[in-house]
Each structure stands twice: as structure tokens, then as C-alpha cells.
């Protein structure tokens, strides 16, 4: 029987199913506050387990929970500790994922003494079907607005799926409701999977680079397949009969690398090597082989004909231990580490961040389109995702309103992500002082239409 909380061993006939979804919530808390950091912290045990026994001991505990509460439904799949309970067995099993492996000699071997990676997946699994269930229930019943935390799982969801099933993500998407899909977590999650599946990796990075501690560890692997992906385009690229050299800055920025000590373990284990001549006023650089050099022959990124399926690397993701750096065990499974929507008001040279926002965003703007009589009620805004023909899908958004480009200023604006903006005459960024720049780094756009 489940430690239910203060009382041990007290048989589930006493209670009421509302007080044992509340003892079942009490264990859930004991376990996450007073055991889960047993092995690295100060606690009350006798003995000081190993990361292994306290996730061994996890792992059976809510696993317990979990069927308690199977046992007492319907009634339990209705209650708010039920899907309490469940979130913090994802969060546990995805903080897992990460714990260990920082101790896998190779990620191309899921196994571990103690733990098995594909046992840990398989119970993120049977944790993700009935919370997913309790959701839909809860929006048939109207009670969606009890649901704080659905953006943040099911966005956990996306790219778990992602990273372990990507044929199953459509009929997945294809599930959701309209209003979750519409969330910019969803958003933001489904861009990125876009992004990776169609070979955008460095937007794919971007959102690795700043998405949340759960979020990247979901995608965790999949970023290194990433960057090995774009050494290996890199690779293919270059002038090899004479061979080429990248400054080593740069290439830490383009693979989102945390340092550039990570990006030359990266890079070292991949077979290029970094030149670190200080005579050299540009700086450490990473040399690409020339053609018939003794570096080309056997060289692992060029005897792939074929874009890598996989990627070897075992050395630990700087970037995602900084991620983790500020945050305890216990506030990611509680959820305090989860992403929430921004809702805080920023401001720039050029653009006014309104306080007001959206069911899908905050609304950006420049001070000249919010007018005395141009409230926000008066306009929407419209994001337009990165990709080749966004000209075509901007002014295709205008004409639809009834505008025409020479309305731009009057009926409708274009910004950049940072709120610059741009010109559709001249296809470029104008700043606040008129000096120009070019636009593709700074997309997607946003659209600001008078209606």
C-alpha cells in the first residue's frame, strides 16, 4: 500500500475517493520534497542512497499512486489530484531522462545498471494516456479553466513525441482541441517541430537554446543530432580542394553551444580540430581537411553520403546543465520550472509592449500605429512563421483584409520579432534613427491589421 502521507498503511476502505486523491497528493509531496534529493542534500535518513535507490524508490512509490488512483476511478479521473499526481510522475521520469544521462558512458546505449532509458520512456508513456485522458474530461465537464498546467504537459507531449515517435505527432496534433493548439507554448512547440522535421535546424536551435529546462530535455538528443547535421551540411559545402577554416565564435553561436568549451568537445569528437595560433588576429578558428590531406582520409563527416541518423556524442550538453544550474529537483517536478506565457511588459527603442494581451500572445506594436483612437480592441495581430515565400503570405494577409500596400502605416504595419519595423516597398527593417538592415535574421514577422 502507498505511504499516504502523514498516516502510513491506512487501508483506501476508510477513505472517501476525495480524501484518498488527497492522501495520494500528500505522498506524491513527501516523496518529491523529502526523497527525491536524498542522495545530494542534507535529509533525515540514516543512510545516504545512491541516485539509483532514490529513483528506484520513486519509481515504485508513483507508479503506486498512479494504480491507487486507476483503481478508484471514475470518480479520481475527476478530481484536480489526480491530475496533480500524474504531472509530477512526467516531470519525475523526464528529470530521470536527464539525471542519468549524465552518467551514460554512450547515449547509443540506453541502458544503465539501475536504470533502463527505455523503461523510462515506457512510463512517461503510461503517465501521459490518462493525464491526457483527465484533461479532455475535464474540458467535456467545462472545467477547463482548472487546468493550469495542461499547456506546459501537452507541450511536453509534442516533443517528447518528437524525439521518440515523430510518426505518431499528426495524429497526435490532430487530437487537441482548437483553444490548447492555439497556445503560444503549443505554438512555439509545434514551430520547432516543424522546424527540425523539414531540416531548419538552426531555428530548431534557437528553440532549444531558449526554451525551458523540461523542454530541452525532451529534445536533448535530438539538438546533438542536430549540430551534427549542420557540420555534416558544412562539410559538404566547403571548397575541398583547397580546403576552408570557420571562426570558432561563430560556429559556438550557430550550433547553440553553451561555451565554446562545448563546442569544441563537439567539434573534437566529430574530427576537427581547432587552430588556437595567437598570431592569428581572427581568433581560434575550426579547419575543415583539404582535399588528398592526410585529415580528409576517414574523416567521419565526409564518408557520410547521407545525412546522419544518429548522433554518438556522449559528452554532457553544457547548455542544459546551465538550464538546470538554477533550479532544484523538487521545483522542476512541482512545476514551478514550467513555461508560462509572458506576461510581463518590455519595452524597446521602437516598439510598445501592451499590458493587455491576447488569447495567443502579446501584441507588439510601434507607437506610431497606437493612436489616440486606434485602441487595442481596434487591431489584431498576426504571426507569420519563417519560411521562403513570407512576401507572398504577408501581402496574401493584406489583400485579404480589403487593404492594399499602399495602406502600409495607416491600415496595417510589419515588425520583426523585436518589434523593428519593416518596409514592404523596400523589403527591408527600418530602425528608429532610418538606418536599414537586412530583415532574415530577425524573422518571423508579425502583422498589425486595423480592423
Not at 541516485?51 to 488512483?69: F, G, M, T
Not at 512517461?124 to 475535464?138: F, G, N, V
Not at 507569420?384 to 512576401?391: K, L, S, T, Y
Request: glycine share 4%; aromatic share 8%; proline share 6%.
Amino acid at each position: 500500500m502507498t505511504y499516504l502521507g502523514s498516516f502510513p498503511f491506512v487501508s483506501a476502505m476508510m477513505l472517501s475517493p476525495l480524501e484518498f486523491a488527497e492522501a495520494c497528493t500528500r505522498t506524491m509531496l513527501f516523496l518529491i520534497t523529502e526523497v527525491l534529493s536524498a542522495d545530494v542534500a542534507d535529509s533525515r535518513f540514516a543512510v545516504t542512497p545512491s541516485l539509483e535507490q532514490v529513483y528506484a524508490y520513486l519509481r515504485d512509490r508513483s507508479r503506486a499512486v498512479r494504480q491507487d488512483l486507476h483503481l478508484q476511478q471514475p470518480l479520481s479521473a475527476r478530481s484536480t489530484e489526480f491530475r496533480e499526481c500524474h504531472e509530477y510522475c512526467l516531470r519525475f521520469e523526464m528529470l530521470a531522462l536527464f539525471l542519468f544521462s549524465l552518467r551514460e558512458p554512450c547515449k547509443a546505449q540506453p541502458d544503465q545498471p539501475g536504470y533502463s532509458r527505455h523503461l523510462g520512456l515506457q512510463a512517461i508513456s503510461q503517465t501521459i494516456d490518462p493525464l491526457l485522458t483527465a484533461y479532455r474530461e475535464a474540458r467535456l465537464q467545462g472545467d477547463d479553466g482548472t487546468l493550469p498546467n495542461e499547456p506546459a504537459i501537452q507541450r511536453y507531449v509534442v516533443l517528447l513525441l518528437l524525439a521518440a515517435s515523430p510518426a505518431t505527432l499528426p495524429a497526435h496534433l490532430a487530437d487537441l482541441d482548437s483553444v490548447v493548439l492555439q497556445h503560444p507554448l503549443l505554438v512555439s512547440a509545434v514551430a520547432a517541430c516543424a522546424a527540425f522535421l523539414s531540416g531548419d535546424y538552426v531555428g530548431f536551435l534557437r528553440f532549444y537554446k531558449e526554451a525551458d529546462f523540461l523542454s530541452a530535455v525532451a529534445l536533448a538528443e535530438l539538438a546533438d543530432l542536430a549540430r551534427l547535421r549542420m557540420l555534416w551540411m558544412i562539410a559538404r559545402a566547403y571548397p575541398r580542394s583547397v580546403g576552408d577554416s570557420v571562426k570558432l565564435p561563430g560556429l559556438t553561436k550557430l550550433l547553440a553551444c553553451q561555451d565554446e568549451a562545448h563546442a569544441r568537445d563537439f567539434l573534437a569528437f566529430h574530427g576537427l580540430t581547432v587552430d588556437d595560433d595567437p598570431q592569428n588576429p581572427q581568433g581560434p578558428r575550426v579547419l575543415l581537411p583539404r582535399k588528398g590531406s592526410v585529415e580528409e582520409d576517414g574523416h567521419p563527416l565526409l564518408g557520410c553520403t547521407t545525412l546522419p541518423e544518429w548522433c554518438r556524442f556522449a559528452g554532457p550538453d553544457a547548455l542544459l546543465l546551465a538550464k538546470f544550474a538554477c533550479h532544484s529537483r523538487s521545483d522542476v517536478v512541482l512545476g514551478r520550472t514550467d513555461p508560462v506565457e509572458n506576461q510581463s511588459l518590455c519595452c524597446n527603442e521602437s516598439v510598445v509592449c501592451l499590458a493587455a494581451r491576447t488569447d495567443k500572445f502579446m501584441r507588439l506594436a510601434s507607437p506610431k500605429f497606437l493612436e489616440a483612437d486606434r485602441r487595442p480592441r481596434d487591431w489584431k495581430q498576426v504571426r507569420i512563421p519563417e519560411m521562403d515565400d513570407w512576401f507572398n503570405a504577408v501581402t496574401g494577409l493584406v489583400r485579404k483584409q480589403g487593404y492594399h500596400l499602399d495602406q502600409e502605416g495607416d491600415r496595417f504595419e510589419v515588425l520583426n520579432r523585436k518589434g523593428v519595423l519593416f518596409s514592404l516597398k523596400e523589403q527591408r527593417l527600418v530602425s528608429r534613427d532610418g538606418r536599414r538592415c537586412l530583415a532574415s535574421p530577425d524573422f518571423p514577422l508579425l502583422v498589425n491589421i486595423k480592423v
